[in-house]
Antibody, heavy 120, light 109 residues
Framework: QVQLQESGPRLARPSETLSLTCTVSGAFVHSGGYFYSWIRQRPGKGLEWIGYVYPGGTTHYNASLQSRATIFVDTSKNQFSLNLNSVTAADTAVYYC????????????WGQGTLVTVSS | SALTQPASVSGSPGQSITISCTGTYSDVGNYDLVSWYQQSPGKAPKLLIYEVNKRPSGISTRFSGSKSGNTASLTISGLQADDEAHYYCCSCAGSATVVFGGGTELTVL
């Protein structure tokens, strides 16, 4: 059974970098057939796609976050990660990692989500 | 920009409801790559429909999807109390990107 699990600090300071990691269990990220995405949900709001990484390392981002977001994969640890820099209170959200079926653009598997609060 | 969904819909048990998802020719209208997700409070979204009208294994046949032009739709038939949740559409938006709808809250009366 494949599972995704987010981890990382629950608090980020304004202007600093938010860093999260998603650990994949039950499958290898390098096995192909999937992209690996980060999606967030601000309190009381809808879902916002941040971006995804291919196992080979190629990335695509939401244009509105492209200048601040970096997603990368570590196949040796079977993980992929998100760095979001220069955060503000508007980046407070539940962050989900999700598996995206390659070139079909749907998310068949999600992590449970982790709330990150940006506050001094 | 986000796909347009009604903020809320409601229906009585046993009835059918339809949630619309309107985009543009750059997303919904140009790709048969629309998916739908159900999110209960405090939970991660769950895939209901992919590629407009396909159901993953284990999803009830009460959930169905369709598309016409720039608008996709999710229909839930035989409404049940535990269908009460938020529903989100999602579409490929070109250049290997995706866009979500703003979400629709379903109330079962």
């Amino acid at each position: 059974q494949v599972q995704l699990q987010e981890s990382g600090p629950r608090l980020a300071r304004p202007s600093e970098t938010l860093s999260l990691t998603c650990t994949v269990s039950g499958a290898f990220v390098h096995s192909g057939g999937y992209f690996y995405s980060w999606i967030r949900q601000r309190p009381g709001k809808g879902l916002e796609w941040i971006g995804y990484v291919y196992p080979g390392g190629t990335t695509h981002y939401n244009a509105s976050l492209q200048s601040r977001a970096t997603i990368f994969v570590d196949t040796s640890k079977n993980q992929f990660s998100l760095n979001l820099n220069s955060v503000t209170a508007a980046d407070t959200a539940v962050y989900y990692c999700a598996r995206d079926v390659s070139e079909k653009y749907y998310f068949d598997l999600w992590g449970q989500g982790t709330l990150v609060t940006v506050s001094s | 920009s986000a796909l347009t969904q009604p903020a809320s819909v409601s229906g009585s048990p046993g009835q059918s409801i339809t949630i619309s998802c309107t985009g543009t020719y750059s997303d919904v209208g140009n790709y048969d790559l629309v998916s739908w997700y159900q999110q209960s409070p405090g939970k991660a979204p769950k895939l209901l429909i992919y590629e407009v009208n396909k159901r993953p294994s284990g999803i009830s046949t009460r959930f169905s999807g369709s598309k016409s032009g720039n608008t996709a739709s999710l229909t839930i038939s035989g409404l049940q109390a535990d269908d009460e949740a938020h529903y989100y559409c999602c579409s490929c938006a070109g250049s290997a990107t995706v866009v979500f709808g703003g979400g629709t809250e379903l109330t079962v009366l």
